[in-house]
């Protein structure tokens, strides 16, 4: 049974950091495309970072680049997005995302599986 296991979540004030991470078991880790995605209330579920586990190559939306760094740890089986600089438009519930063949378009929410998601809240 796979599953995914975000934490790290929390509120903090605009310029702050946090660090997500997503702990997966009973998935192959490697050689997949995995990512993070974010939902603000009211709004669609937005791609935020994707990693090649294969070779750890990254993939950012503009709105991050810059500000996020996403990836991985081979021994844990874990991706992680370390976010700093966070504003208050970053505010959404984040979740993580695995098993897709490739990155290419990694930003389509098509992943075969999620994580139940952790709450980022940024305040002004």
């Known amino acids: 049974q796979v599953q995914l296991v975000e934490s790290g979540g929390g509120s903090v004030q605009a310029g702050g950091s946090l660090r997500l991470s997503c702990a997966t078991s009973?998935?192959?880790?490697?050689?997949?495309?995995m990512g993070w995605f974010r939902q603000a209330p009211g709004k669609e579920r937005e791609g935020v970072a994707g990693i090649w586990t294969g070779g750890a190559i990254p993939y950012y939306a503009d709105s991050v680049k810059g500000r996020f760094t996403i990836s991985q740890d081979n021994a844990k089986n874990t991706i992680y997005l370390q976010m700093n600089s966070l504003k208050p438009e970053d505010t959404a519930m984040y979740y993580c995302?695995?098993?897709?063949?490739?990155?290419?378009?990694?930003?389509?929410?098509?992943?075969?599986?999620w994580g139940q998601g952790t709450q980022v809240t940024v305040s002004s």
């Open positions: 995302a695995a098993d897709r063949p490739s990155c290419e378009r990694w930003w389509f929410a098509d992943f075969r599986y």
């Open positions: 009973g998935y192959i880790f490697r050689r997949k495309c």
